[in-house]
């Protein structure tokens, strides 16, 4: 939510006694004095705080109104400050005067200096309260974070500020579109999903790296990580049976074409997230089978790149499984030959032929053989 009125004069005072310790003095003067009044008096004050942030009806026009007088003033008082932390504090103001709220997305490609040091202040908060030193985070600056709304749990957004971020969403996206170069934001619960998304493969990045693997399949069985990848592999298929649907009714002219809603556009898949899958591995998309069939095509390229021949020996000791592979893909055609069921596909089928795939061993050793019996006989 945008800070009120009160949290941006709280804002202004402990930023200039950050910049000015001298009004320290001051300060402590009219704390005392606060502290002097009667319990009945605190307590009246604090009703008639809470009847007027409360108990007034909504209203835009004066909400934009008092949002420009505090951000004169907030800016003024930012100004006398310096220092990095404040620098990005002023960032993180013009951020909620944007788009309402401080809830960065870690990704955010418009600034990412900002997003990580939004990041880095959560860490920060963690560690100021579990005593963990050196901690840059001071009680001043989590009090200044506390007052712009800052929030401190991502993973956690109350639901009022949901509500809120659902309400103004639509007309903070319109605005962006037109008067900034800045992309729009998704203020649903869609921004913290985007953030655990990537999250997690940064993490199955990490973990292919470090172990040598160059498939999601070699990742250890209904580990979270191989969880993970099945459930963004059933969202693409299950994006594109939902998009060939739509073609479908659109070339057929149906009226019951599903131009995608809101819930609907936010399960699908971005391009980017596909190309990121697709980098680690260009079969994440396939079931293990599916993909263990591609990789030994893929080795057999190699083998008839190096040795000129698809027939590859049932005893090739350098690469057992695809010696094995190739004599199961004989089996199969034999099967489908028969009329039995296989599991060669047409597809598969006409793939194997197109690189000149033997399907019999025997009959290929011996027409070769004959190959070189001629030859020496026109060339002895």
């Not at 504090?89 to 418009?110: D, Q, S």
């Not at 596909?274 to 591609?294: C, F, G, N, P």
């Amino acid at each position: 939510m945008k800070p009120t009125a009160l949290q941006v004069t709280i804002i202004q005072t402990v930023l200039l006694l950050l910049c000015q310790p001298s009004l320290l003095t001051a300060l402590t003067t009219t704390t005392t004095t606060t502290k002097s009044l009667s319990p009945t008096t605190t307590h009246n004050a604090r009703l008639a705080n809470s009847s007027h942030h409360h108990h007034l009806p909504f209203n835009p026009n004066r909400m934009e109104e008092e949002s420009s007088s505090r951000t004169a003033r907030t800016e003024s008082t930012l100004a006398a400050s310096g220092g990095p932390w404040v620098e990005r504090a002023k960032e993180l103001l013009e951020f909620a005067k944007l788009h309402g709220h401080c809830i960065v997305p870690k990704r955010y490609a418009p600034n990412k200096s900002l997003a990580n040091w939004v990041n880095k202040q959560r860490q920060e908060y963690r560690r100021f309260h579990s005593g963990e030193k050196p901690c840059s985070l001071t009680q001043d600056r989590i009090d200044i974070l506390n007052e712009l709304g800052f929030c401190w749990d991502a993973s956690s957004i109350c639901s009022s500020q949901r509500k809120n971020q659902q309400q103004q969403g639509q007309q903070l996206q319109s605005a962006a579109r037109t008067a900034s170069t800045l992309p729009p934001i998704d203020f649903s619960e869609q921004v913290e999903k985007e953030e655990e998304w990537w999250d997690t493969f940064e993490l199955l990045q990490s973990y292919m790296t470090e172990h040598q693997i160059s498939y999601v399949h070699d990742v250890p069985h209904k580990s979270r990580l191989d969880d993970w990848v099945k459930s963004v592999r059933s969202k693409w298929q299950s994006d594109q049976q939902q998009g060939a649907e739509e073609r479908k009714a659109a070339r057929s002219g149906s009226s019951r074409v599903n131009h995608g809603t809101p819930s609907n556009t936010n399960k699908r898949l971005s391009s980017k997230q596909i190309k990121a899958m697709t980098s680690v591995d260009r079969y994440w998309h396939l079931t293990a089978r599916q993909a263990t069939w591609e990789k030994r095509f893929l080795e057999l390229l190699q083998y008839r790149q190096q040795h000129g021949d698809c027939c590859v020996p049932i005893s090739y000791q350098a690469n057992k499984k695809l010696a094995n592979w190739v004599s199961t893909q004989r089996k199969q055609y034999n099967l489908r030959r028969r009329g039995q069921k296989s599991g060669l596909t047409d597809e598969r089928l006409e793939r194997l032929r197109a690189i000149g795939f033997v399907w019999n061993r025997w009959e290929h050793e011996f027409s070769v053989k004959q190959q070189q019996q001629q030859q020496q006989r026109h060339y002895p």
